[in-house]
């Protein structure tokens, strides 16, 4: 029972005998770019007509709806994979800015926005001399990527 006491003294005593310290810290913090699309709306396959095979294309007005979030102070990239057959190019329309996919890859770039972002996409498809009337997948493949 004396040890069991002295112990109890000695654990009560060190902290009132115990002395202060203060340092100074620095914490520095690096934010990764990140950058978030989601496609709320975009078709699996377009119907092309007769009539759009003689006109030369189809237009899809409002067609692709998607939301974007970026923290990249420098802003990011929409990306669009290259169409195939029987398509020539597409020509994608977004608040003013047009970009035209070919055969390669194409780009938007973006400005940073506080938030998220929505959209909604205006396509043009221009079909290949070859194009006839039917069924075909979609041909627009968007993602994004911070600069």
Excluded: K
């Excluded at 009560?12 to 990764?32: D, E, K, L, N, Y």
């Excluded at 692709?64 to 990011?76: D, E, V």
């Excluded at 398509?87 to 994608?92: D, G, K, L, P, Y």
Aim: glycine letters at 4%.
């Amino acid at each position: 029972m004396t040890r069991a006491l002295i112990l109890i003294i000695a654990c009560v005593a060190v902290p009132a005998a115990a002395g202060s310290f203060s340092a100074q810290m620095q914490v520095s913090v690096r934010v990764i770019p990140r950058t978030i699309l989601n496609v709320d709306r975009q078709p699996t396959t377009v119907q092309i007509t007769a009539s759009d095979v003689a006109r030369g294309y189809v237009d899809i007005p409002q067609i692709i709806a998607f939301r974007i979030r970026s923290n990249a102070i420098n802003g990011y990239t929409l990306q669009f994979e290259p169409v195939n057959a029987p398509f020539s190019r597409a020509e994608i329309a977004w608040n003013g800015t047009v970009v035209v996919i070919r055969n390669e890859s194409s780009w938007m770039i973006r400005e940073y926005h506080r938030g998220a972002t929505s959209g909604v996409l205006n396509v043009r498809l221009l079909l290949a001399p070859t194009a006839r009337p039917g069924s075909y997948p979609w041909p627009i493949r968007l993602t994004a990527a911070s600069l």
